[in-house]
């Protein structure tokens, strides 16, 4: 049964999509409040902490997908330039690094002006490829930060999309 197949009425919460993706895919949430929910969701390389907040105001649903990171302090002028290599590759997101907090951040905004509806297949796609974006990028991260590869160098081990069948 798909997604969408359960909401059938004209206006829900975008908060409470995400509430019901959270159970379906039995990640550990937290509803913080009627427009904000945090979660837990597991990837191969690491747990990405994944926030969804809704504001009404400019009516975007806004998402922030974290996961920690301490890089040193002389790698920081690489780690930006590395970053946008990396946001140049990416269409939907983009990543910034909060040195304050130490948490490397993928961000996306769905706006959803003229009271449009955002679907549980829209949310449900647009966690996953804060998670698949992180997971592709993240080898590369730790190779700059960790292994002494300049930011073209750690790039080139960013997992790429297959294409065509085996």
Known sequence: MALSEQYLEDEIHP???????AEHHEWDFDRIGDDQIAMAVEGQWRTYSITLAWSG?????????TFEMEPPEEKLSELYELLNLINDQCWAGSFTYWAEQKL?????????????????EQIDTMINAAVMSAERYYPALQLLVWGDRSPK??????IAEAYGRA
Do not use: F, K, N, S
């Open 15 to 21: 908060i409470d999509i995400v509430e019901h993706i």
């Open 57 to 65: 105001y400019d009516e975007t649903l806004r998402m922030v997908c």
């Open 104 to 120: 490397m951040v993928y961000r996306y905004g769905l706006v959803l002006a003229g009271g449009q509806i955002a679907g549980p």
């Open 153 to 158: 160098d750690a790039l080139q081990v960013a």
